[in-house]
Structure formats: structure tokens, C-alpha cells
């Protein structure tokens, strides 16, 4: 017979889990570290691991994560390194510190480690719009027609 699924937290204690993910994330998505001041829409709390893969409802296994960070993840737990055609992991925000697995330049996120570049790729970190609103955010100016 087939587990059972571990029960989900009740909406209090969920709120109560919502604010200390935020919290520890600064109020920030561990993914592509925008803030959810400067997001249109509240972050939402990412299973790292899907409860579908055996993933739980804890603090450990918890990121803190824009809509667009979450939706594009889902529940997958790798993708291919651009850089090596191979099956990577991707970035775990528990586990792996960002600034190892990740920089800036300019607008975009470079990925230092196969983990890194797998989850830029999957994630879609260096869509044009996503490297536009980075500039914005750091106090570039852009305009339409690239001016």
C-alpha cells in the first residue's frame, strides 16, 4: 500500500511558517533575489523538494521564492548545465550559498557552478525582462527602444 501523504499545516500554522521562511530570506526570492517589495505579486513558499518526491512542509526544506521563480521550478529537482549538456541539480537555497553559485553582470545572473547555470536556464533568470527589471531595480535607466 502506498504512503500517505505527511499532513499539510493548518492555515495558522502555514501563516506562521510564511513569515518565518520570509524572515530568514529577508523578504527576498533565493532564487533571483528580487524583493517582495518590488514584486507586483506576494513571494509565495517553494518546496525545494516537492512533497511529491518525498519533500516536507519544514523550515529546512523551504525557500522563499517569487511567482515566476516558483511557477518555473514546479516540482523539478534538476535540469541541463547550458554550459555542459549534463544533468545537473539545481540550486538548493538551504545547501548552497548564493554567492558561490552565482554573480552579476550587468543585469544578468552568470552561473559559476552547473547547478547554477541549470537553474538560470530552467528558471528563465536572463529573460530580457527579467535582466530589464534588475536594471531598473539598481537604478538603470531603460527605455523601450533600448535608448
Known amino acids: 500500500m502506498p504512503e500517505a501523504a505527511p499532513p499539510r499545516p493548518s ?3 502555514l501563516a506562521a511558517l510564511r513569515e518565518k ?5 529577508s523578504y527576498t526570492c533565493e532564487y ?17 523538494v516537492s512533497v511529491k518526491h518525498g519533500g516536507e512542509s519544514d523550515v529546512d ?8 521563480c516558483n511557477r518555473r521550478k514546479g516540482s523539478d529537482l534538476s535540469s541541463f548545465d547550458t554550459e555542459t549538456g ?3 541539480p539545481l ?12 554573480t552579476l553582470k550587468g543585469g544578468e545572473l552568470v552561473g559559476l557552478t552547473p547547478s547554477a547555470r541549470a537553474t538560470i536556464h530552467l528558471l528563465r533568470l536572463n529573460h530580457p525582462h527579467r535582466v530589464q527589471e534588475r536594471l531598473v531595480r539598481f537604478g538603470w535607466r531603460w527605455t523601450r527602444d533600448g535608448a
Open 11 to 13: 492555515s495558522k500554522n
Open 21 to 25: 521562511v520570509a524572515d530568514r530570506a
Open 32 to 48: 533571483c533575489l528580487t524583493p517582495e517589495q518590488a514584486s507586483f505579486a506576494p513571494h509565495q513558499v517553494d518546496h525545494i
Open 61 to 68: 526544506n523551504l525557500a522563499f521564492a517569487c511567482t515566476l
Open 86 to 88: 549534463q544533468l545537473a
Open 91 to 102: 540550486f538548493h537555497p538551504r545547501r548552497d550559498p548564493w554567492h558561490e553559485h552565482f
